[in-house]
């Protein structure tokens, strides 16, 4: 058996979009920082929960972002998020958040589940 160590700068990467978008979502909300998270969901598995809260749950991993923004990343589902970018595309008239995981081997038709 190994044991593998996770430096959550390698795990998880925000790009410049992202991280204005999540600037003024916690803008709005009044709360200090997002929590990453995965959701047993739709008929492939999983889907990302995104957050706005004031502290970390226990076990939390923390990312510091740029402007003092933080992102807790929920240590239970590390492994399947080693590697994992978040982006802020624009894709007509709409700005949506992408997520890219190389660790996803299914995803369903309409996007709304995967499986790692």
Do not use: W
């Amino acid at each position: 058996m190994t044991v593998q160590n996770f430096d959550l700068a390698d795990v998880i990467s925000v790009t410049d979009a992202a991280v204005q978008h999540f600037a003024a979502v916690l803008s709005r909300s009044g709360k200090k920082a997002i929590r990453v998270t995965l959701k047993e969901a739709g008929c492939t598995g999983f889907k990302y929960v995104f957050d706005e809260v004031d502290q970390a749950e226990t076990g939390d991993i923390e990312k510091s972002l740029i402007n003092g923004l933080k992102l807790f990343v929920d240590s239970e589902h590390i492994a399947a998020l080693q590697g994992t970018q978040i982006d802020l595309k624009q894709q007509g008239v709409n700005k949506n958040l992408v997520i890219e995981n190389p660790n996803v081997k299914d995803a369903c038709g309409c996007g709304e589940s995967f499986n790692v």
